[in-house]
């Protein structure tokens, strides 16, 4: 059980196009999802929390304009990378737990490969 | 300034040892510390959760020990295998909720 999935693995656009990332909680429910992103070799960095019908907390440094964060179900959050220039070339990862379960591990999306070309 | 530091170069051991991992923090209190195992290209896998009440977890042939006083935890892996090759990442929970905060990540290889 627990199993998150997140869409597309891979993603290849040009810049100042935008894109959009899905992740999905597939057997629970989860009122908040978190968005890392991770550069090679280096370790996850949180860059938001996911809240279902309110808004994204962000972490300090995170532009809310460029990483768009939508979470309007139980089930699905999305991030948008607006504008997007090679140096937001990256791997974001989504990871959540089910609502109601404190101080509990997070189930991971396997990732998206992003290159902006 | 907070950190969380893992062992900063790869580990090379030899199948049938242990691997023993180490993440060291500064300026946290952390409640709980969990560890996860990453392979390339994928998202990582949770592994153990110990709570700062707690100085030892077990997990078949993991083992994780968690001294707030010496801010340390360090992560064993008895009777290593090749399949055991990863990186091993530790997390501290750092807010509300279940918000974690990642160490650098150790690379380890285990050798034939």
């Known amino acids: 059980g627990a199993v998150v999935s997140q869409h597309p693995s891979r993603v290849i656009c040009k810049s100042g196009t935008s894109v959009k990332i899905e992740c999905r909680s597939l057997?629970?429910?989860?009122?908040?999802m978190f968005w890392y992103r991770q550069f090679p070799k280096k370790s996850l960095m949180l860059m938001a929390t996911s809240n279902e019908g309110s808004k994204a907390t962000y972490e300090q440094g995170v532009e809310k304009d460029k990483f768009l964060i939508n979470h309007a179900s139980l089930t699905l959050s999305t991030l948008t990378v607006t504008s997007a220039h090679p140096e937001d070339s990256s791997f974001y990862i989504c990871?959540?737990?089910?609502?109601?379960?404190?101080?509990?591990?997070?189930?991971f999306g396997n990732g998206t490969r992003l290159t902006v070309t | 300034s907070q950190k969380i530091e893992q062992n900063s170069e790869a580990l090379n051991i030899q199948e049938g040892k242990t691997a023993t991992l180490t993440c060291n923090y500064t300026?946290?209190?952390?409640?709980?510390l969990q560890w996860y195992r990453q392979d390339p290209g994928r998202g990582p896998v949770f592994l153990l959760l110990i709570r700062e009440n707690e100085k030892e977890k077990r997990k078949e042939r993991l083992k994780v020990t968690f001294d707030t006083t010496l801010k340390q935890s360090l992560f064993h892996i008895t009777a290593s295998q090749p399949a055991d090759s990863a990186t091993y990442l530790c997390?501290?929970?750092?807010?509300?909720?279940?918000?974690?905060?990642f160490g650098t990540g150790t690379q380890l290889k285990v050798e034939l």
């Open positions: 997390a501290l929970s750092t807010g509300g909720g279940n918000k974690l905060t």
């Open positions: 057997d629970f429910q989860a009122t908040t």
């Open positions: 990871s959540a737990s089910p609502s109601g379960q404190y101080n509990s591990p997070l189930h």
């Open positions: 300026n946290y209190s952390p409640a709980y």
